[in-house]
Nanobody, 124 residues
């Protein structure tokens, strides 16, 4: 069992940056592929990025490619999402997720564990 806790959300002006963190409990974090999603009211949860257990393989959705960077520190049981050049349309609740596989294919959505989410609001 893995528990995930997101942090780092908040209010930022358009063009600004935020770094989200996802802290995981348990000793198996380094075995799991991880991902970041976001959701706005009335819309489906959107996959933003994913990273393999080793960190060597990453995937980005077109909507965030070139602006967001996913990374992980297995020694700290933590994953990150660096978000730059933020836009008002990036406003959403951001979730991290973990999968028991060490690698997931591009676009994979069926993660095993989910965090509770952190709100990101980008003002214009």
């Amino acid at each position: 069992q893995v528990q995930l806790v997101e942090s780092g959300g908040g209010l930022v002006q358009a063009g600004g940056s935020l770094r989200l963190s996802c802290a995981a409990t348990g000793r198996t974090f380094s075995r799991y592929a991880m991902g970041w999603f976001r959701q706005t009211p009335g819309k489906e949860r959107e996959l933003l990025a994913s990273i393999s257990s080793s960190g060597r393989s990453t995937y980005y959705a077109d909507s965030v490619k070139g602006r967001f960077t996913i990374s992980r520190d297995n020694a700290k049981n933590t994953m990150y999402l660096q978000m730059n050049s933020l836009k008002p349309e990036d406003t959403a609740v951001y979730y991290c997720a973990a999968d028991r596989q060490s690698w997931v294919p591009a676009g994979y959505r069926n993660y095993d564990y989910w965090g509770q989410g952190t709100q990101v609001t980008v003002s214009s």
